[in-house]
C-alpha cells in the first residue's frame, strides 16, 4: 500500500510548498492541507456499496491512508515507516468494519441516497481510524501482547529496535510509540470528519456527535482504570463504564452520525439511539463472556485477559454478588486471588471459569444480552425506517451482540433491582436516550 519514502533532501510535497534541504518547509510557505481524494458515486455505485460495505469503506481508507502515508514519509521517512505505516497496516487489516456499516445502514433506513453516501463513507473511515487509537491505546494500558493473532503495535516497534536498546528501555520505547500511534490515528480520524462536504447544519450534528463521542471514550477507559485499580465490584458501575466505553463509540454514536447525514428527525434519530445503547451494552458483555470462553485461534488473544487485568466487568461483578449473596466461601476464595493476577496460570483461570459457570454468573450475563437485544428490537421496530435499511440494522445489531434473530419477547426485565432504563442512563446527546 505504502510507497517508497523519497529522498527529503530532493521530495517537493504535493500542495507545492518548497522544501528546504532539511526536508522541511520554507520559513513563510503556505500550509497546505492535504486534499481529500474524491468518490465518483452513482446509482450503480450505490448499489455496489449496499451490496459490500465493508470493502467499500476498505477501497476509500486505502486511497485516504496511501496519501497520508506518502506525506508521513516525505516529512520524516523514519516516522513514515515506524509510525504512519503501522497506522495504516492495523487500520487496513484487521476488524470487521462493524462502526462503518452502522453508519451506512442508518443513512440508508433514514432515506439518505447519492448526495449523503460518500460522507458516509468517510465517517465511516474515520470511525475505523478512531478504533485504531482506541485500539493501541488500550493495548499499551492492558499491557497486551497480541491482538489479532499478531504481536501488538507496541511490542513490534520494541522488537524492530531490540538489538539496539534493552530490553526495559525497549519495552518502554515500545509503549510511547503505540501512544503517539493512536495520536496518529485520532489526528488522521478528526481530518477526515472535518473533509466531510454536507449542509452547514448537518456539518455541525456531526461535529457535535463526534467531539461527544471521543470524550466518552477517553470517560469509559477510564473507569475501567480506575475499577481495576479500586478493585470495583459494583454492578452498576461495571454497565455504566461498558456502556462509556465501547456501548456508544462502537453503536450508538454511528447510528446517531449515520441519522445525521441522512437529516432524520428527532423521533427516528432517537429510536435508533436506544437501540444502539441497548445493543451497545449487549456488545460489551459478549466481548466480556468471550475474553473468559472463548476461543483464541477465532479472538486473536489469549483467554483471560480481563481476568488476569482485573478489570471491573459485570461478569465479575456478578459472579461475586452472587456468591456474597449464597454464602459460596470457596468461589469468593477464588475470584479474591485470581482477578487482577497477571501470572495467573492456564489451571487458575479454568478455576475461575468454573466459578463463572457454578455461580450462575455466565447464564445472567447470557439472559441479560438476551433481553437487551430484544429491547433494542423494539426500539429499532418503533421507527419509520425505509425496509431494506431497517433490515440490515437488524442483523448487524445481533451479529454485534452475537446473538441470533428471534421475536422480541416481553419488557425488558430489571437485573438485581437495578431496572434497565437507569442503566442506560448515561447522558447521551441532545437528550436522545
Known amino acids: 500500500m505504502a510507497k517508497k519514502a523519497p529522498d527529503p533532501h530532493t521530495v517537493r510535497p504535493a500542495g507545492g510548498s518548497p522544501l528546504l534541504g532539511d526536508g522541511l518547509p520554507a520559513p513563510g510557505a503556505p500550509a497546505q492541507a492535504p486534499p481529500a481524494p474524491r468518490l465518483r458515486l452513482d446509482g450503480a ?10 470493502a467499500a469503506v476498505g477501497r476509500l481508507l486505502d486511497d485516504l491512508l496511501s496519501d497520508r502515508v506518502e506525506r508521513a514519509a516525505a516529512l520524516d521517512p523514519v516516522f513514515g515507516h515506524d509510525l504512519a505505516e503501522r497506522v495504516a497496516a492495523f487500520t487496513l487489516e484487521g476488524g470487521k468494519r462493524m462502526r462503518s ?49 499478531r504481536p501488538v503495535l507496541h511490542a513490534d516497534v520494541a522488537a524492530q529496535y531490540a ?81 462509556l ?10 447510528l446517531a452520525l449515520g441519522a445525521a447525514l441522512a437529516g432524520a428527525d428527532i423521533a427516528r434519530t432517537a429510536a435508533l439511539c436506544s437501540a444502539g445503547r441497548c445493543v451497545g451494552i449487549a456488545f460489551q458483555l459478549r466481548d466480556d463472556l468471550t475474553d473468559v470462553f472463548g476461543d483464541p485461534t477465532l ?24 456468591a456474597e449473596a449464597t454464602g459460596d466461601r470457596r468461589a469468593l476464595a477464588v475470584l479474591r486471588r485470581s482477578l487482577g493476577r497477571a501470572d495467573l ?40 425506517l425505509e425496509p431494506p435499511g431497517r433490515g440490515r440494522l437488524r442483523e448487524l445489531l445481533h ?11 416481553g419488557p425488558c426485565a430489571a437485573d438485581h433491582g437495578m431496572p434497565v432504563s437507569a442503566l442506560l442512563a448515561v447522558g447521551a446527546e441532545g437528550g436522545v436516550r
Open 245 to 254: 466505553k465501547s456501548a456508544l463509540y462502537s453503536v450508538e454514536r454511528p
Open 399 to 409: 451479529a454485534a451482540a452475537g446473538t441470533a434473530p428471534v421475536p422480541s419477547p
Open 101 to 149: 456499516q452502522f453508519v451506512w445502514w442508518a443513512l440508508r433506513a433514514c432515506g439518505g441516497g447519492l448526495v449523503e453516501a460518500e460522507a458516509a463513507l468517510r465517517v465511516g473511515a474515520a470511525l475505523e481510524l478512531i478504533q485504531t487509537c482506541a485500539l493501541v491505546h488500550d493495548d499499551v494500558m492492558d499491557g497486551s501482547r497480541l491482538r489479532r493473532g
Open 163 to 243: 538489538g539496539a536498546v534493552s530490553p526495559e528501555a525497549g519495552r518502554r520505547f515500545g509503549e510511547a510509540a503505540a501512544i503517539l500511534a493512536g495520536d496518529l490515528a485520532l489526528a488522521w480520524a478528526d481530518d477526515m470528519v472535518a473533509a466531510v462536504e454536507v449542509e452547514p447544519d448537518t456539518a455541525r450534528r456531526v461535529r457535535d456527535l463526534w467531539s461527544t463521542m471521543r470524550t466518552e471514550m477517553v470517560a469509559g477507559q477510564y473507569l475501567d482504570l480506575q475499577g481495576q485499580i479500586t478493585s470495583s465490584v459494583s454492578l452498576a458501575r461495571a454497565v455504566r463504564a461498558a456502556c
Open 299 to 322: 479472538t486473536g488473544k489469549p483467554k483471560g485477559g480481563d481476568i488476569r487485568a482485573g478489570k471491573p466487568t459485570y461478569l465479575a461483578a456478578v459472579a461475586r454478588a452472587r
Open 45 to 54: 455505485a450505490l448499489e455496489e456499496v449496499d451490496g459490500d460495505v465493508s
Open 345 to 384: 496460570s492456564d489451571s487458575g483461570l479454568a478455576e475461575v471459569r468454573d466459578v463463572l459457570v457454578a455461580t450462575g454468573a455466565r447464564d445472567v450475563v447470557e439472559a441479560k444480552i438476551g433481553r437487551l437485544v430484544a429491547q433494542g428490537m423494539r426500539h429499532l421496530d418503533s421507527a419509520a
